[in-house]
């Protein structure tokens, strides 16, 4: 079965740093697209950053860009998102998904078809 299970959220200040972590099974993870998504509470889910199968590329929202960082370990089938300089408005559950079009690695909830359980961020 696909697995995603997500770790390293936590509650910080305005100006620090958390990295999420992003553990998948039960696919070619190398094959795969793989984003993050958070969703605030009454909000809608939002695409955060996503990376090509192989790493070379990855796309971020533009309230994220040049603070957070999207990488993967493909020898460990693991994502990563490194969170700097955090703000009260990143507060939110954040999800890691797969996407089995690699040729396809957008910012579109849509092409993504497994999702983790996610993990609270929560920036004070």
């Known amino acids: 079965d696909v697995q995603l299970v997500e770790s390293g959220g936590g509650s910080v200040h305005s100006g620090e740093s958390l990295e999420l972590s992003c553990q998948a099974s039960?696919?070619?993870?190398?094959?795969?697209?793989m984003g993050w998504f958070r969703q605030a509470p009454g909000q809608k889910r939002e695409a955060v950053a996503a990376i090509s199968p192989g790493g070379g590329s990855s796309i971020y929202t533009d309230p994220v860009q040049g603070r957070f960082t999207i990488t993967r370990d493909n020898s460990k089938d693991t994502l990563y998102l490194r969170m700097d300089n955090l703000k009260p408005e990143d507060t939110a559950m954040y999800y890691c998904?797969?996407?089995?079009?690699?040729?396809?690695?957008?910012?579109?909830?849509?092409?993504?078809?497994?999702w983790g359980q996610g993990t609270q961020v929560t920036v004070s």
């Open positions: 039960g696919f070619t993870y190398a094959t795969y697209c």
């Open positions: 998904a797969a996407n089995p079009l690699g040729g396809r690695c957008f910012l579109n909830d849509r092409y993504f078809d497994h």
